[in-house]
């Protein structure tokens, strides 16, 4: 996984829970990166899911919530950094783009990048997204579209569903009010 | 250090590292780009080398299609140029037979030499442009080296000696062999040479030396000639280039002899070099690898003269030619032999009399016809009368046809290049009833 993924988790715990909660949850959490990163680095997935494991065991948030709120913070280090992106109209043309232009340049930056696949059904007011993608992280593309449509301000409805047990293929319906 | 001071320094080593991690991106970012357009680059550079071997391919294949129909018109006004010519020599050599004033004799000898110094040189534009087109093959024969060798160098006494020159050839004795090579080009390989050394020595002596030594023949030819520079040296196997420029005017030709003698010696397997000073003279040497042959050579004892004595044997034959003055030339010179003869000017009239009479001793072919040509007409005479035992002479001014063709010499008995010799076909028609 991509660097800047950890930086910014890294980030977020010392801005939400303070800096000792942060030295803490790399302590414990045994990684291989011994918690040095560097956005233009790459790590091990599995270095994510401990510190998410330490971070809920720490504040009692569960994993899946606290991946959540990360994604909504995620969402605003993406606009500062690559305002470039955010140049749509509204929410559903961003959303539509990340596949296909996004995540191209993405793969420009970062060629190794293992970044989730997305499909699109729209139909009148409702766009149909399917996420899918070995690392199970849906809850953090929820928080990003959330937080993207509070961008676009607009007033969209999200419906997650999942479409196999393990979380890998999911069913994003945003209809907008 | 108190919080306050330690949190400065790690906002700022944040920040710097945020930094460098940026210029990074755009420095991938960057490379990415250029690495984009170095593949653009090489995918317009692949296409150009693309396109451009495209170009070159179709530019050498209009080249070998030019080269091709220069041949065919070579080959073609060649033989539209042998037809009349075969006329003019022959009629001149009949001629020269007749009783007639010394003075016109005179005039036909010289008719005679001119038409055949036009023959050879028609014959080297032919030559050359088969060698160039490599169309030419090799068709071995079975003879006695020695023999062969000997004969040759003996026809250009006469001419050395017009030329007052001292001309002496030797041919070491392990020569006399039974070889089987093809003793056209060879013979012409020499003719080039020893004519050149001739041509161009005006006072002193040329040499001839033939040895062999295993399996290679070793021709050495050496003259006290003009000599040839260090710089014409380099070009004088190239076609259509005359060397001594300042003093070719006193010497004719197309300057494809030295040109056609290289590539006949490539054909062969052999290898030329010259030695040569200016004013000194000129040593060439030339080997080539021959092979033995085991077969028996019958001994040839034909009269330089050619014959005279078909008179008594009452012989008859059938001429087929469209073109009336050649039937009408080598009528006369069956006239001189009291052969009976009868002429149909093409295939189909040849059948038709055939058909009624077949009593010919010999018939002699045109190749180019109307109506049906001479390999037809042959095929036909050969499937419908088995048993008919004349001897067919094909007549062409096309010998490449001939030679080598399993078709032609399956059906035909034996082929004679127009224009030919008086006494050529006189021999020939011996050595054939000889057979």
Redesign the interface.
């Known amino acids: 996984m991509k660097g800047i993924v950890f930086t910014e988790l890294c980030e977020m715990i010392e801005k939400e829970f303070g800096?000792a909660t942060l030295n803490n949850v790399i302590d414990k959490s045994d990684l291989e990166s011994k918690g040095v990163y560097?956005?233009?680095g790459t790590y091990k997935d599995q270095e994510l899911v401990s510190l998410v494991t330490q971070l809920s065991n720490e504040t009692k948030i569960a994993s899946q919530d606290l991946v959540h709120a990360y994604g909504r913070y995620f969402f605003d280090v993406l606009k500062n950094?690559y305002s470039m992106f955010f140049d749509k109209n509204d929410c559903f043309e961003f959303l539509k783009s990340i596949d296909n232009h996004i995540h191209v340049e993405v793969k420009?930056?970062?060629p190794d990048a293992e970044l989730p696949t997305f499909s699109y059904i729209e139909e009148g007011r409702t766009l149909k997204m399917n996420y899918s993608s070995p690392r199970h992280l849906s809850f953090f593309a929820l928080g990003l579209m959330e937080r993207t449509i509070e961008h676009y301000e607009e007033d969209i409805e999200i419906i997650r569903k999942d479409l196999n047990v393990d979380g890998s293929e999911v069913l994003f319906t945003l209809t907008k009010k | 250090m108190s919080d306050h001071e330690y949190k400065k320094i790690h906002e700022r080593e944040k920040k710097a590292r945020k930094l460098a991690e940026k210029i990074l991106e755009e420095k991938s970012l960057e490379l990415y780009n250029l690495n984009i357009q170095l593949q653009k680059t090489n995918e317009d550079l692949e296409k150009n080398v693309i396109e451009r071997t495209k170009e070159l391919e179709e530019a050498k294949n209009t080249a070998e299609e030019l080269a091709e129909m220069k041949t065919v018109f070579l080959s073609k006004m060649s033989h539209e140029m042998r037809t009349p010519l075969n006329a003019i020599i022959g009629y001149a050599s009949l001629l020269e037979e007749h009783d007639i004033k010394y003075e016109s004799k005179e005039i036909l000898s010289k008719i005679n030499y001119s038409g055949k110094v036009l023959l050879s040189l028609i014959n080297n534009v032919l030559d050359h442009s088969r060698l160039e087109a490599s169309r030419e093959t090799l068709v071995n024969s079975h003879f006695d080296l020695e023999q062969e060798l000997n004969e040759l160098f003996g026809i250009f006494e006469l001419s050395a000696r017009n030329e007052k020159l001292d001309y002496k050839y030797e041919i070491s004795d392990n020569c006399k062999q039974l070889v089987s090579l093809d003793l056209g080009k060879i013979k012409q390989i020499y003719i080039n040479l020893i004519g050149n050394a001739i041509k161009f020595t005006e006072v002193g002596s040329i040499s001839i030396l033939v040895s062999l030594e295993e399996n290679i023949l070793i021709s050495k030819i050496i003259d006290t000639g003009l000599g040839i520079s260090k710089e014409d040296q380099t070009s004088m196997f190239e076609p259509f280039v005359q060397i001594n420029r300042n003093e070719s005017y006193k010497y004719k030709g197309t300057g494809l002899g030295l040109s056609i003698t290289k590539n006949l010696i490539n054909l062969l397997s052999g290898e030329i070099e010259v030695e040569s000073k200016k004013g000194v003279g000129t040593k060439i040497q030339f080997s080539l690898p021959i092979e033995f042959s085991n077969k028996e050579v019958l001994s040839k004892e034909i009269s330089k003269e050619g014959f005279t004595h078909f008179k008594s044997q009452k012989l008859k034959a059938l001429i087929v030619e469209d073109n009336s003055m050649n039937a009408d030339l080598l009528g006369r010179i069956l006239d001189k032999q009291s052969i009976l003869h009868i002429t149909c000017v093409d295939g189909r009239k040849c059948l038709e009399l055939l058909e009624k009479n077949r009593d010919f001793d010999f018939i002699f072919m045109d190749l180019r016809m109307p109506v049906l040509d001479g390999f037809e007409t042959t095929t036909k005479i050969r499937e419908l009368y088995p048993e008919f035992k004349a001897k067919v002479i094909l007549l062409t001014a096309e010998p490449s046809i001939f030679s080598g063709n399993i078709k032609f010499e399956a059906i035909f008995d034996a082929f004679l290049n127009k224009p030919y010799q008086v006494k050529e076909i006189l021999n020939l028609m011996h050595d054939i009833l000889e057979k």
Do not use: R
């Open positions: 800096a560097s956005s233009v950094n420009k930056l970062y």
